[in-house]
Nanobody, 121 residues
Framework: QVQLVESGGGLVQAGGSLRLSCAAS????????MGWFRQAPGKERKFVAA????????YYADSVKGRFTISRDNAKNTVYLQMNSLKPEDTAVYYC??????????????WGQGTQVTVSL
């Protein structure tokens, strides 16, 4: 069982930056593929970014490429999402997720409770 707790959300003006953190419990964190997803009001949850267990491979949705960076620190059982040049359309609840499979696509096994990110004009 893995428990995930996100933090770092908040209100920021367009063009600003935020860094989200996701702290994971469990001794096997370093073996998990980690992802970030987001859900805007009235919309489906969508993939944002993912990172392989080693951190050697990263994947991004087209909408955030060049602006967001996912990283992880396996010694701290934490995954991060650095978000720069934020836009109002980035406003959403951001969720951290984990899976034991090395395949980035598809279902994730564990989810955090989410953290709200609001980008104002």
């Amino acid at each position: 069982q893995v428990q995930l707790v996100e933090s770092g959300g908040g209100l920021v003006q367009a063009g600003g930056s935020l860094r989200l953190s996701c702290a994971a419990s469990g001794r096997t964190f370093s073996s998990y593929t980690m992802g970030w997803f987001r859900q805007a009001p009235g919309k489906e949850r969508k993939f944002v970014a993912a990172i392989s267990w080693s951190g050697g491979s990263t994947y991004y949705a087209d909408s955030v490429k060049g602006r967001f960076t996912i990283s992880r620190d396996n010694a701290k059982n934490t995954v991060y999402l650095q978000m720069n040049s934020l836009k109002p359309e980035d406003t959403a609840v951001y969720y951290c997720a984990a899976k034991s499979s090395t395949v980035v696509a598809g279902l994730y096994d564990y989810w955090g409770q989410g953290t709200q990110v609001t980008v104002s004009l």
